[in-house]
């Protein structure tokens, strides 16, 4: 299993960023996909979910902010992120939804807004 998201950095609040998370071994065309963030001292929460029929779902903290893509050919998803907030700081990774207890999750990538 290859989960190699990118794409991160130091923003101001109220930037954009656009991270890529190339994957491989997941079965990727099968699973549902999300975006997962853990910000320092706090648990991993999902944020945003491409679902196999299309449809996306985010959690209402970034809704209206963030956008999540999934490529089918290239096993990849993105996460089109705009207007970012202090909170937005955490270490971002992409996996199936839902992930399991044991799941590998990657290194991630992290995203840290600070002016």
């Known amino acids: 299993v290859q989960l190699q998201a990118s794409g991160g950095g130091l923003v101001q609040p109220g930037g954009l960023l656009t991270l890529s998370c190339a994957t491989s071994?997941?079965?990727?065309?099968?699973?549902?996909m999300g975006w997962y963030r853990q910000a320092s001292g706090k648990q991993r929460e999902l944020v945003a979910t491409?679902?196999?029929?299309?449809?996306?779902n985010y959690v209402d903290s970034v809704k209206g902010r963030f956008t999540l893509s999934r490529d089918n050919v290239k096993n990849t998803v993105y996460l089109q992120m705009n207007n970012l907030k202090p909170e937005d700081t955490a270490v971002y990774y992409c996996?199936?939804?839902?992930?399991?207890?044991?799941?590998?999750w990657g290194r991630g990538t992290l995203v840290t807004v600070s002016s």
């Open positions: 071994g997941i079965s990727f065309r099968i699973n549902h």
């Open positions: 491409a679902f196999l029929s299309g449809r996306t």
């Open positions: 996996n199936r939804v839902p992930a399991g207890p044991r799941e590998y």
